[in-house]
């Protein structure tokens, strides 16, 4: 049985990969309507020419159909991910120092350093 802290652990590494799992799972969709694109022109239930052109046609109507049907598949995978993108965003804003002045405050830092070491070998 599962506390509610290993939950709550869960739930941060599902919210954690959000994208990732959102990406992985779009693209299987799109490979599964490719594969059973290639299996009815294999068959012959679509007239699809051989060569590049064939599998480019293919390759449109698995994007066509997989689209729509990821759409409505993977919507609370969506909503996640989106929260997972806008947490970051505020995240960033909410830090009080930008890059430039990290950046600025590391380099006084390291001049402060060495300026003690000067000082010192010149001592």
Known sequence: MKTSGTRERDRAVL??????????????????????????????????????????????????????LSYVVLSRQRDAMSAQIADGLQKRQARPTSMKSRFAAEAAEEDAIDDALRAEQGA
């Open 15 to 68: 919210k954690s990969h959000a994208t990732l799992r959102y990406t992985s799972m779009r693209t299987s969709i799109f490979g599964a309507c490719f594969i059973v694109a290639l299996v009815c022109a294999h068959f012959g239930l679509l007239p699809v020419t051989a060569g590049a052109s064939g599998i480019f046609l293919l390759l449109a109507l698995a994007g066509i159909v997989s689209a729509p």
